[in-house]
């Protein structure tokens, strides 16, 4: 994608008219991830509560649009810390999904970016977010972005056998 291309590419704050294909880019988002790991449900579920992200105030669930045609989304919303954590509170990420023609564009990098001065704005410079371990892609352009690993969860299913 050329960089003219790329700067007609606009972000903003979703609406309840985005609802639909934000509905199928979560949808999407889940099917992806289902190779990541074997514990998701395999009835139909959400992740998250899109509705609710977009009339809260307090919460940036973004969208970034090419020709008036949904391509990629995000949020931020403020959490607090763990009691034993700097700083009380921080803004976690999530939702950061690209439609596969637009992907390795650079436009996850957008998008965290707006996130991070929707954060900054709200005084807060702590950002956190989560990501399966064998997403690899994911991984890399967090890193890219500046993440880094703080912890690691794992999980056993004794039903699955032991060790």
């Not at 919303?77 to 564009?105: C, D, H, T, W």
């Amino acid at each position: 994608m050329s960089t003219k291309l790329f700067n007609l590419i606009r972000l903003r704050e979703a609406t309840p008219e985005d609802l639909t294909t934000l509905l199928e880019f979560e949808k999407a988002l889940i099917a992806y991830e289902k190779a990541f790991t074997p514990n998701l449900k395999k009835t139909d579920f959400h992740y998250y509560d899109l509705e609710s992200y977009i009339q809260n105030p307090d919460i940036s669930l973004v969208v970034a649009e090419d020709k008036n045609k949904l391509i990629a989304s995000g949020y931020a919303l403020i959490r607090k810390n763990k009691a034993y954590k700097n700083p009380a509170r921080f803004v976690f990420l999530g939702f950061m999904y690209v439609v596969p023609e637009y992907r390795g564009s650079g436009l996850n990098n957008k998008i965290l970016n707006y996130l991070f001065e929707w954060g900054r704005e709200r005084g807060l410079s702590e950002f956190q977010l989560d990501v399966y371990a064998p997403n690899e892609s994911a991984i890399k352009a967090y890193k890219k972005a500046g993440f880094h690993f703080e912890t690691i969860t794992m999980r056993l299913n004794t039903e699955q056998g032991m060790p």
